[in-house]
């Protein structure tokens, strides 16, 4: 079965950095774009970037753009997220998303908090 596993997420204070990874089991991750989303308390889950399988095509939301840069390893079945000049309303709940046969798959999704 199709499995999203996320981590990397902790307390940041802002102006750091992290990189979230997402570890793909159970479909041919080389086959398929990936995306980021997140999740802010009391906020509706929106989109944060992604990648097209090869990594060829690449987007942004424009509340990120510049900060943080999404990669994938099809070797290693990840994709990543690597977030820098992190600020305090990056804060939240971080998913990664797979879109197989049109079904979304979500990971249990890691907390990333920016606060000092």
């Known amino acids: 079965q199709v499995q999203l596993v996320e981590s990397g997420g902790t307390l940041v204070q802002p102006g750091g950095s992290l990189r979230l990874s997402c570890a793909a089991s159970g479909f041919t991750f080389s086959s398929y774009a990936m995306r980021w989303y997140r999740q802010a308390p009391g906020k509706e889950r929106e989109f944060v970037a992604d990648?097209?399988?090869?990594?060829?095509?690449?987007n942004y939301a424009d509340s990120i753009k510049g900060r943080f840069t999404i990669s994938r390893d099809n070797a290693k079945n990840t994709v990543y997220l690597q977030m820098n000049s992190l600020k305090p309303e990056d804060t939240a709940v971080y998913y990664c998303n797979a879109r197989i046969f049109m079904v979304d798959y979500w990971g249990q999704g890691t907390q990333v908090t920016v606060s000092s």
């Open positions: 990648i097209s399988r090869l990594g060829g095509t690449i």
